[in-house]
């Protein structure tokens, strides 16, 4: 199965292996299990996590025996009828090694974001599903036969106190209508409703039908009944509904526990990139986020949302996805484009074949990291197929032998070339291509490019002439409503006093830059966000990480926004302090390297992106700093060197304490010779 599922799902082999894993007692011996195989997986939204589980139902045949249902569906207030769907809609599914796959399980959340409990009651049977599989209840249908034979039995009794009488089931002639009034409108399984009852109506299917799903005895049939009641009179029939009644316990157990159960989900708390919708942020940026995410971080997201014994009952089967990087993404448009070729060439006998400029611009119009992989679907809908009922029709058109088609997209334009058996070209024809994203990356105006460019500049160049660290992309002009950014590789470790103090003066980088270049009057509105991230990071720096003068955590008592001045005593000055201190640092550097500043500016405003190794290139040949010829730059994980210096200490005091070590031994020899 596993070979089967990585041929069908692209960049998904790791979570394949992990699932068809988890999956392998509860198929070679579900009689075992004393409570349902849960697995959880968890990732963005259009990573593959339902079309895993039903590609798995398919290829087991289990269709059968497997049921879908959207948690999202049951998180109305209105969803009252939860414990039905889980228990007379599945009845079918008692004691068997049925599948359950309960998608978008994040609405199912029993805490707000405050952690105060949602009243979520009628979710409970789930939580009894995911313990012990076992789920007590009352019939849904028997309860309404329930409350059919209680009316039964009152209207019974008003009709024998108004004088009616029956003998060997059937009514007499002398209470009839008195009969009909009390019973008129009376049904119990639906089949009587608006009849007026006859003189025979306890040997009606209505009736008997109503007896028959109480009784729990099977041999107890509709013709049974009609025998046993020919022999009644009134209060018989009375004591015959009552033994119906009695004839079995209210509640049932249904026994789910041989079940495999599918948790399914987005947990935005642990895949914190979710909210990026910037089509320009690094699909590898992204992916490499996600690799990250591990059990400990989905825990930490689900206490969010679950108490913790709910927690408990999932289990430690998590299954975390990751996003896809540049080359899924690629491939996956590539299989596209085949089937799109396999589907002219099986229509229309032409062969297609697809320039790598046609994957370039639907991966540049489809691709949202954040999204998965629909958008990139939708967009190859929209930009290829939807091409190709008008390709067919030029060509039927001019009636030529076409034998291939070359597909590119050049500038604006994708161009068609035909050809036919021979290779002879036939035909070229260019189809205007609306594009949308990629219109939007253009600049509009090319001032206001310029004042951005300077802007994220500044953060680019200030992260690396700090921390050493090469930027992984720097942009000016994005398609989203974002106007640029500058994606920083900070180093892998804890947030320490240095690297705190660089991260604020990287995050002024781009106001400093725009005073710098076009002085304070024209610094814009758009440092706003900066501000607010070097107040915040200020803030805490002095409140919560002990960096200032007194190492004690200090609480807001009149705002909930910790992010903004307000205090003016010693505490709120320090954290002034560290930004002004940080200010100077940046305005320092940036005017030591401004040719450094201006060149990328210059380049950012004709160009709406700078990759790592052009960033690189800028800073060795126009930065000042003496340490980039010297010393170059690092990685991210070779910032901090913690255990280096450990083993530096450790070396330079051990001889120390080997000698004493040493000259306490002979000491004590000595006394010990001496006495």
């Excluded at 939860?82 to 228990?87: A, Q, R």
């Excluded at 805490?111 to 209840?137: A, C, N, Q, T």
């Excluded at 608006?194 to 028959?212: I, M």
């Excluded at 958008?375 to 076409?402: D, H, K, M």
Aim: include cysteine.
């Amino acid at each position: 199965m596993a070979v089967s599922l990585k041929e069908k799902f692209l960049g998904l082999d790791a979570v394949i292996d992990e699932v068809t894993s988890l999956m392998m007692p509860w198929y070679l011996f579900p009689e075992a299990q004393q409570r349902p195989m849960i697995i959880n997986l968890w990732g963005l939204t259009g990573s593959g996590k339902t079309a895993l589980v039903r590609a798995i139902v398919e290829y087991l045949q289990y269709q059968k025996l497997y049921t879908h249902m959207d948690m999202g569906e049951f998180e109305s207030d209105s969803a009252s009828w939860m414990k039905n769907v889980l228990t007379d809609d599945l009845k079918f599914f008692d004691g068997k090694p049925a599948i359950f796959c309960l998608d978008e399980f994040q609405f199912a959340r029993t805490l707000d974001g405050e952690r105060r409990e949602l009243g979520k009651d009628k979710l409970r049977v789930v939580w009894d599903l995911l313990d012990s599989g076992k789920i007590d209840y009352v019939p849904g249908h028997y309860t309404s036969a329930i409350f059919s034979a209680e009316k039964c039995l009152s209207k019974l009794e008003k009709a024998a106190r108004r004088g009616v009488t029956i003998t060997q089931g059937r009514v007499d002639a002398v209470g009839l209508e008195e009969f009909k009034t009390v019973f008129n409108g009376f049904c119990f399984e639906f089949e009587n409703r608006n009849k007026n009852p006859e003189a025979d109506y306890f040997f009606s299917r209505d009736f008997t039908g109503g007896l028959t799903s109480l009784f729990s005895d099977e041999e107890i049939t509709h013709e049974v009944l009609q025998q046993r009641i020919a022999t009644l009179d009134l209060r018989g029939l009375m004591q015959l509904v009552n033994d119906a009644q009695r004839s079995q316990p209210l509640t049932q157990t249904l026994d789910l526990s041989g079940a495999l159960i599918f948790i399914l989900g987005n947990l935005d708390e642990a895949y914190t990139m979710s909210g990026n919708l910037n089509p320009d942020i690094s699909a590898d940026d992204f992916y490499e986020q996600t690799t990250k995410i591990n059990l400990a971080d989905i825990k930490r997201a689900l206490r969010k949302r679950f108490r913790a014994e709910q927690i408990a009952r999932l289990g430690n089967n998590h299954v975390i996805y990751t996003s896809f990087n540049t080359e899924h993404f690629r491939e996956l448009i590539k299989r596209e484009l085949q089937r799109i070729g396999t589907f002219v060439q099986e229509r229309f006998g032409w062969t297609t074949l697809f320039d790598d400029s046609i994957v370039d611009v639907v991966y540049l119009e489809g691709v949202f990291p954040a999204q998965g992989t629909r958008p990139v679907f939708t967009t190859v809908r929209n930009l290829i197929e939807s091409r190709i009922s008008s390709l067919a029709v030029s060509v039927l058109e001019y009636q030529l032998p076409v034998a291939s088609i070359a597909w590119k997209f050049e500038g604006e334009t994708f161009v068609y070339t035909l050809r036919d058996a021979g290779g002879t070209i036939l035909l070229a024809i260019s189809d205007k291509a609306r594009l949308k994203l990629d219109n939007l990356r253009k600049s509009v105006d090319p001032e206001l490019q310029a004042h951005i460019a300077v802007h994220e500049a500044g953060h680019a160049v200030l992260a690396a002439l700090t921390l050493r660290i090469i930027p992984t992309v720097v942009v000016s002009r994005t398609a989203s409503d974002a106007e640029g950014f500058c994606l920083v590789d900070f180093p892998e470790g804890p947030m320490t006093r240095e690297s705190l103090q660089k991260d604020i003066v990287i995050t002024l980088g781009g106001y400093v830059a725009e005073r710098l270049v076009f002085g304070e009057q024209f610094t814009s509105s758009g440092v706003s966000i900066d501000i607010e991230e070097a107040s915040r990071l200020a803030n805490r720096a002095v409140r919560q990480y002990a960096m200032g003068t007194d190492p004690i955590h200090l609480a807001v008592d009149t705002s909930g926004n910790e992010d903004a001045f307000f205090l003016s005593d010693r505490y709120a000055s320090e954290s002034i302090m560290i930004i002004k201190a940080c200010e100077v640092e940046a305005g320092r550097l940036l005017n030591r390297n401004k040719l450094l500043l201006l060149k990328m500016a210059e380049y950012l405003t004709t160009n709406s992106r700078m990759e790592q190794e052009m960033i690189e290139e800028y800073v060795a040949r126009y930065g000042k700093e003496e340490w980039i010829a010297r010393d170059g730059f690092i990685k991210r994980d070779q910032y901090y060197r913690f255990h280096e210096t450990l083993k530096k200490q450790l070396k330079s005091l051990e001889p120390e304490e080997t000698q004493a070590d040493i000259d306490s031994l002979v000491s004590e020899a000595k006394a010990i010779l001496s006495a």
